[in-house]
């Protein structure tokens, strides 16, 4: 009898990364209830031209490339990068500004690179920047959270500034974020405590942001407890931000936000469990990644506070990209049976 | 003796759900018989070293556990009859290998009698005082090599060199591979031979021993209960309170030999060393049974426990094999194929080689023969540097950054991200969520790594032998100026005796003139004389 031949192992787990990526989307659904309950129909539309945009770029993409376009879609990590940027971008953002960021994100950020696998920066994060630095406007106008619920606004009212945009009522509806507003206002002179009066901030952050920020926590500890991710970047991230906050805070709690506020509010811990944990574009060592992220902490806290951008993490994510090779190089974990890196 | 010991937890390796070894561990060994095989073909090749050299020749009646062939140089062992019978041929046949090669074997007709004659060794019974010399040259006698998969020869590991003192004996009965249970069996029905041939083991190893004497700390997965009760009982039976039977968890690899040494004693194998640089030396139980076949009975290895299973055969089971038997006449007595037999593996699910084809004898090494199914083959995608490799494998490599360098080519990265501790266990693979084949990468960027040494080296020869060649013909061209000079020199210095020689010759004519002159004046008194 003869027999076909392969090489060892035989065996595999069972699962791939479609599975994988699946598993990050389904830890995105609470946040994103959140937002939706919050912003209304918006986040849907958000969602919707999000990742209609991210599968479309990515099949031509595909296409262009002579790749075949089946295996690569159901990988699911388009839907992911089209996920975050929809529930990146403020709600109700009109849709060429999502298919600009996309057309960044999928064309640019990772096909030209080589497509999956190969991206040097986080494509989804390539495309925030993009439109963050072309259309800043539009990127800090955020919809006022009980102004805009679905009981407020309606399908069709929605769609109407989706699509056709720019309804001369709709400016009333936008507010800045809290972080654009205690940037604006210490520039006034005003101190935290003064700024934090306003009716935009909740308990820590803002009215939303506190419960977003809670849900996105939920499905980020949830990735960590399914082993998608490790815990490395998200603490390290966290614990470096929250660091230089605090010994900013010490210094003067009146001009510095505190370290709560830096963790709650903004992007950070969306990006901490979801934008900067894209093992693509991160450090792959364990040492690696807590040096990677906590450069992110660092940098967001530091663009956050003395640069012009209110948020910070998408560069911060960026910059850090870049440092991932070198990063990459100098931490390999002891091997077993070698010295280690000082002798030890 | 059974005791808890303190055991040193591995990161990396696999929990895997389904090890698949109760299919063939539910019913006792079967012994084979050698005598009733239509024929045995046992290469001679059958270790890692040097092959044997060839003592019989076609033609010959052999007995049982007669040599067929012997050893040649330090790194060999012998090869022994499986039974009494005629010699057919020695020719080249497949042997055991992924690409189908072939090597020389003996292919013996049995005759039926299974007649040791007069071939069987001395047994050695008062082991307990035998010199460590004589032990360990009855064990590469009797042809035993590393029945854990390695082959390598038994008697040079336990011939360790004097200065090196060791701490601890570790016998392997992990057997952490999936579907592999002829240790697990072999410790359940043998557990008292095995502890023999572990206190024979000590007793060779005495003269290296501390004061205390050593520790043999025998390791066994936690997922084999009833080996591990064999176990304890056959050495609570020995009143050796130096052997204590360590149950150490299931994971895989732990069997590695490097793995099982660090659960059990925390020490590290160096990266480029050997166990016994740390005090320990490793083997597997079944050689220990081997040893104590070959010292209290006389007998050298030419059987083995092997596991038949997988999907692929009727009644998957363990067997006692006669080293030659073909493979096909194996799976035959497990019950033959089933339907879904689609690939023969010999060795487990992890680690073991794909052949292709059941005309092949079993050897030494075969542990384990597993017939699997049909797998669907998965196209593999990108790496997404998720990590879960890294996180498997069991000697903290980077395979993800492996993979990457060595898809690149280049080598020097592969190299300095410690290709050559690859253990190659398959761990990386297992879980790759992009099913990448990681193992192939490596064994090709290993063999790369080699062909590039090796033409390295033979290119530093060539140049040396040039610039040697080089060197040559400047020194003779050098030496031949330097002659010419010389001789020009000589010749120059030459001259000036040869000046003397006009002068002197000169001076002689001068002198002659001026006696002839001399004679002349006074000639012609004489000639006047003369007429007078």
Known sequence: ?344 | MFNLRKLWQSSGGLHLTDYHKEQSTQQPVRKLSAASAPELVIPLQQHSGHKPKIIVKAGDWVYKGQCLAEAEGIISVPVHASTSGKIQAIEERPIAHPSGLNDVCVILIPDGQDNWGDQRLAPIENYTEASAASLCERVREAGIVGLGGAVFPSAIKLDIPTPVQLTTLVLNGAECEPYITCDDMLMREQAREIITGCLIMLRALHEHAPADGLTCLIGIEDNKPQAIQAMQVAAQQAKDSRIKIVPVPTQYPTGGERQLIHILTGREVPSSGRPTDIGVLCHNVATARAIYQAIVLGQPLISRYVTVTGKGVVQPQNFDVPIGLNMQTLIQAAGGYTSKAKRLVMGGSMMGVALPTDQIPVVKATNCLWVSEQVAETTPLPCIRCGRCAEACPVHLLPQQLYWHARARNLEKVEQHHIFDCIECGCCAYVCPSHIPLVDYYRYAKADIYVQREAREKADLARERHDFHQERLERAKREKAEKLAKHKEASQTKTNPSDDKQAAIQAALERAKVKKAQQAVASPTTTEDKPA
């Open chain 1, 1 to 344: 009898m003869m027999f076909g031949t392969n090489t060892s192992p035989y065996m595999h787990a069972p699962q791939g990364v479609g599975q994988v990526m699946a598993q990050v989307i389904y830890a995105l659904v609470p946040g994103t209830l959140v937002l939706l309950w919050f912003f209304g129909w918006g986040v849907i539309t958000n969602l919707l031209l999000g990742l209609g945009f991210a599968l479309l770029l990515e099949a031509l993409m595909l296409k262009l490339r002579q790749r075949p376009i089946l295996p690569f879609l159901t990988d699911y990590s388009a839907v992911v990068t089209g996920w975050l940027l929809a529930v990146a971008l403020p709600p109700y953002s009109p849709w060429w500004l999502l298919l600009i960021a996309l057309i960044f994100a999928m064309v640019i950020g990772k096909h030209l690179y080589g497509g999956l696998g190969y991206n040097p920066f986080n494509p989804a994060m390539v495309g925030y920047a993009a439109i963050l630095v072309s259309f800043p406007v539009e990127m800090t106008s955020w919809p006022a959270p009980e102004l805009t619920s679905i009981a407020n606004i309606n399908l069709s009212e929605a769609l109407q500034q989706v699509l056709l945009g720019g309804a001369s009522t709709w400016d009333g509806l936008t507010q800045a974020t809290t972080l654009d507003t205690i940037k604006t206002h210490l520039r006034l002179g005003e101190t935290v405590e003064q700024i934090s009066q306003g009716q935009a901030f909740g308990w820590i952050a803002g009215q939303a942001w506190e419960w977003v920020s809670l849900a996105w926590l939920a499905g980020g500890l949830w990735l960590i407890y399914r082993k998608i991710i490790s815990w490395h970047i998200p603490f390290a991230l966290m614990a470096a931000l929250a660091g230089m906050a605090l010994i900013f805070w010490l210094i003067n709690p009146h001009t510095y936000s505190s370290p709560l506020f830096h963790l709650v509010g903004g992007a950070t811990i969306l990006g901490a469990f979801f934008i900067a944990t894209d093992p693509v574009s991160a450090s792959t060592t364990p040492l690696g990644k807590i040096l990677y992220a906590g450069g992110i902490g660092c940098f967001t806290y530091i663009i956050r506070v003395w640069g012009s951008y209110p948020d910070a993490i998408a560069f911060a994510v960026l910059i850090m990209n870049m440092a991932v090779p070198l990063l990459d190089a100098y931490t390999q974990p002891r091997v077993y049976g070698t010295k280690g890196r000082f002798g030890l």
